[in-house]
């Protein structure tokens, strides 16, 4: 047996979900589409471009309303949920698995007509491992865009669940065909970031289409002489294969707080904690240190610039670090051409350095370390081994309220409300 067939043979097996997985799949699904359905706001321009794919209704947009074929639909929800940095992430795999898959089961459980509550769960944990796994099986730098590569073959997979086709290997090999997405999107800070993760969310519904007309792909995408982990990434599938079944991964993902790249969370969650706990004010603050892993200051350290695309400031820790000061909150509502030319947010981006520390993981998001020196002499330290919303670190109620009742205002008129008040039954009933 392959590392590749003992994936298979877990994708396509039948699976009960314990209490604990079964938990963290309803949460994070509910996280999931509600930024989604706040992401609805930043999409219009690619909802524009979809509808001229095709004039099927099979499958939901996210927030607004409207339908397009499931393919096109998939990949609107897919930008809608990245588009606002705000989507749950596996920090060991270094993937956005829920968006992904979310994305792409939605939109094969609607054209199907619908499915039972335990079956979605199921295929929703079930890609979110397969992705997640693929993160974790690679051991060198990230050079594409790794949430939206092994994202799209997790998705796949999951899909091929929903639509209950044989031939996994098949579908396997056509998502890895279509698998696409660098780190350069990253680096420059565009929006073809989200349209990457949405590129991968059709390419998951295709796959599978393809494969029940009749096509079929390479068996050995994973592990041959040009898969994944010879042209894509640098690592043995069998890292996670070999443990397949003593861990649902979906439990290791974590929540966002802050609408911005997960690198930037534990310098941001350190300054909301010290502001609410009156410990300094903006004011106080004449610098501060972020001492960090090689990969967060690859993700995060670059230049506030007066002109710069909200895609870019997203991943900007400077320009976050002085929004957090001034606003003691991210909104992505401030996002605007005003305040990135605000001077005293300038200012404020000015104080922060970020140094490198000796993690010599290509791939590690923490620990952390922050130092804030204060005006008069003193300073203050901390140390994150886990930033909030990691599975040993949680959001609390009512931070977790807080995030839901900003995704409502932002996602403004929802026709169909269960997208906040009965996630779950949303996403299996396209009533």
């Known amino acids: 047996m392959s590392a590749t067939s003992d994936l298979l043979d877990f994708a396509r097996a039948e699976h009960r979900l314990g209490g604990s997985t079964k938990a963290a799949a309803s949460r994070l699904l509910a996280d999931t589409l509600a930024v989604g359905a706040a992401g609805a706001s930043a999409s219009a321009p690619v909802e524009a471009a979809a509808?001229?794919?095709?004039?099927?209704?099979?499958?939901?947009?996210?927030?607004?309303?409207?339908?397009?074929?499931?393919?096109?639909?998939?990949?609107v929800n897919g930008f809608r949920i990245h588009c606002l940095e705000w989507d749950s992430v596996h920090a060991g795999a270094v993937v956005h698995a829920m968006s992904v898959v979310t994305a792409a089961i939605a939109a094969a459980i609607d054209r199907r007509g619908g499915c039972e509550p335990e079956e979605a769960l199921v295929a929703l944990a079930v890609g979110v491992d397969i992705a997640s796994g693929l993160g974790i099986a690679s051991t060198g730098a990230i050079r594409f865009f790794r949430p939206a590569t092994a994202g799209g073959i997790g998705a796949a997979l999951a899909v091929a669940r929903i639509d209950r086709i044989g031939r996994f290997e098949?579908?396997?090999?056509?998502?890895?065909?279509?698998?696409a997405g660098t780190m350069q999107a990253h680096v420059e800070g565009s929006v073809a970031?989200?349209?990457?993760?949405?590129?991968?969310?059709?390419?998951?519904?295709?796959?599978?289409?393809?494969?029940?007309?009749?096509?079929?792909?390479?068996?050995?995408?994973?592990?041959?002489?040009?898969?994944?982990?010879?042209?894509?990434?640098?690592?043995?599938?069998?890292?996670?294969?070999?443990?397949?079944g003593s861990a649902w991964l979906i439990e290791q993902v974590s929540t966002k707080p802050y609408p911005s790249g997960r690198a930037s969370h534990a310098l941001l969650g350190?300054?909301?904690?010290?502001?609410?706990?009156?410990?300094?004010?903006?004011?106080?603050?004449a610098f501060v240190e972020a001492h960090v892993?090689?990969?967060?200051?690859?993700?995060?350290?670059?230049?506030?610039?007066?002109?710069?695309?909200a895609s870019y400031a997203r991943l900007c820790l400077p320009w976050l670090t002085a929004l957090m000061l001034e606003d003691r909150c991210i909104d992505?509502?401030?996002?605007?051409?005003?305040?990135?030319?605000d001077p005293v947010l300038a200012e404020r981006a000015g104080t922060l350095t970020i140094l490198l520390d000796d993690n010599e993981d290509p791939n590690a998001l923490e620990p952390q370390r922050i130092v804030v020196r204060l005006r008069d002499g003193s300073s203050i330290?901390?140390?994150?081994?886990?930033?909030?919303?990691?599975?040993?670190?949680?959001?609390?109620?009512?931070?977790?309220?807080?995030?839901?009742?900003?995704?409502?205002?932002?996602?403004?008129?929802?026709?169909?409300?269960?997208?906040?008040?009965?996630?779950?039954?949303?996403?299996?009933?396209?009533r």
């Not at 989200?194 to 289409?209: G, M």
């Not at 390479?218 to 070999?242: I, K, M, V, W």
């Open 51 to 75: 509808a001229t794919w095709g004039t099927g209704k099979d499958a939901r947009l996210l927030g607004r309303g409207g339908r397009l074929p499931a393919p096109s639909a998939a990949f």
């Open 293 to 309: 892993p090689p990969l967060v200051r690859r993700l995060v350290d670059r230049p506030m610039l007066p002109e710069m695309s």
């Open 332 to 341: 992505s509502r401030r996002f605007t051409k005003d305040a990135f030319a």
């Open 270 to 285: 350190s300054i909301d904690d010290l502001l609410r706990a009156g410990e300094i004010s903006a004011d106080d603050v």
């Open 381 to 430: 330290e901390r140390r994150v081994a886990q930033m909030l919303g990691g599975p040993d670190a949680p959001m609390t109620h009512e931070q977790s309220r807080a995030k839901q009742d900003l995704a409502r205002e932002l996602a403004g008129e929802v026709p169909d409300q269960r997208v906040f008040d009965d996630p779950l039954g949303y996403f299996t009933d396209p």
């Open 170 to 179: 098949d579908v396997l090999g056509l998502a890895y065909s279509q698998a």
């Open 193 to 244: 970031l989200p349209l990457q993760i949405a590129n991968a969310a059709r390419a998951a519904i295709s796959a599978v289409d393809l494969v029940r007309a009749g096509l079929g792909g390479p068996h050995q995408a994973l592990e041959g002489p040009f898969g994944y982990f010879r042209l894509f990434e640098e690592g043995e599938l069998s890292a996670y294969t070999n443990h397949l």
